[in-house]
């Protein structure tokens, strides 16, 4: 079964600080790769998600990942963060092939001082 | 086009009371799910519906029964509730049950079991 270890549970941000949040999973299989997001009293959205071909993800809202397979990581990156990036943020997968549910990790939660 | 909808948003229950949350989606998905979401945990699967007429056991089923009533709507039964269940549910839907599809999340049922 896979799994997913989020290391950072909670960062702290300056406005315009560069972002890089954590994401490792194990699973010895090809991987389908998510990050979703969760602003404040409001739902999970899909922030991007990585299948195949170019492993530099480019999602909304300035956001990127980069999946290293060496690693099994899926790290989240912004270049400039912003007080309304203010969110939890979760990395999740699920093995590719199996069509079996997401599985998710503990989640970051992201707080950005203005 | 409201996406995932899902009644009610708060709930108080006492122990062994029984309740079902509702859950509906307006985008003709095909697979729905419901998830908990507990601190420093991400998000568990309780059950799934991989379509119309199936349902299926996810990691922490236990205590839960589900509806899928018709292709729009996914219900949720706690027979009989216990503290051990205060959390918040969310339902999702994906257009198919294949790997790598994008879920989408409704807002969330806060529960609280004294």
């Known amino acids: 079964a896979q799994s997913v270890s989020q290391h950072n549970h909670h960062v702290i941000l300056s406005e315009a600080a560069s972002l890089e949040l954590g994401c490792n999973y194990s699973?010895?299989?090809?991987?389908?790769l998510f990050w979703y997001v969760q602003y404040p009293g409001q739902h999970l959205q899909l922030l991007l998600k990585y299948f195949s071909g170019d492993p530099l993800v480019k999602g909304i809202k300035g956001f990127e990942a980069e999946f290293i397979k060496s690693k099994f990581s899926f790290n989240l990156r912004k270049p400039s963060v912003q007080w309304s990036d203010t969110a939890e943020y979760f990395c999740?997968?699920?093995?590719?092939?199996?069509?079996?549910?997401?599985?998710f990790g503990s989640g970051t939660q992201l707080t950005v001082l203005p | 086009n409201a996406g995932v909808t899902q009644t009610p948003k708060f709930q108080v229950l006492k122990t062994g009371q029984s309740m079902t949350l509702q859950c509906a989606q307006d985008m003709n998905h095909n697979s729905m799910y419901w998830y908990r979401q507990d601190p420093g945990m991400g998000l568990r699967l309780i059950y799934y519906?991989?379509?119309?007429?199936?349902?299926d056991k996810g990691e922490v089923p236990n205590g839960y029964n589900v509806s899928r009533l018709n292709k729009r709507e996914f219900s949720l039964r706690l027979e009989s509730a216990a503290p051990s269940q205060t959390s918040v549910y969310f339902c999702a839907s994906s257009e198919l049950w294949t790997e790598g599809e994008t879920q989408y999340f409704g807002p969330g049922t806060r529960l609280l079991v004294l």
């Open positions: 519906s991989a379509s119309e007429g199936t349902t």
């Open positions: 699973y010895g299989g090809t991987v389908n």
């Open positions: 999740a997968v699920n093995a590719a092939g199996s069509a079996r549910q997401l599985t």
